[in-house]
């Protein structure tokens, strides 16, 4: 499974990008589709995560109410980020798993990332 992130950039603050995540293959229903993200100097942190088959989604409270996460079949999730803030500034990665976790540990696929940076 190869998963490629893309549509991250630079943005003003109060600013929005939607950032793209494809796998290869199909994606299953039991699939739990993820994104995190990482600053320089910090741990890799949850951001959102959507399950496959039913589209439940889960958000890390930082985001909750700005981004969004959804699917697009067959093989395709998406990150809408609004109010971009500062805080925000990141490289984002996608990763796909099969457990309802926002531990990176849990998943077992990895993208390469796409850097959000956002101005004040």
């Known amino acids: 499974v190869q998963l490629q992130a893309s549509g991250g950039g630079l943005v003003q603050a109060g600013g929005s990008l939607r950032l793209s995540c494809s796998g290869s293959g199909r994606i299953y229903s039991s699939a739990v589709m993820a994104w995190f993200r990482q600053a320089p100097g910090k741990e890799r942190e949850f951001v959102a995560l959507i399950r496959w088959s039913t589209t439940r989604t889960n958000y890390a409270d930082s985001v909750k109410g700005r981004f969004t996460i959804s699917k697009d079949s067959p093989n395709t999730v998406h990150l809408e980020m609004n109010s971009l803030e500062p805080e925000d500034t990141a490289v984002y990665y996608c990763?796909?798993?099969?457990?309802?976790?926002?531990?990176?540990?849990?998943?077992?696929?990895w993208g390469r990332g796409t850097q959000v940076t956002v101005s004040s």
């Open positions: 990763a796909r798993g099969t457990q309802w976790s926002v531990q990176t540990s849990a998943y077992d696929y």
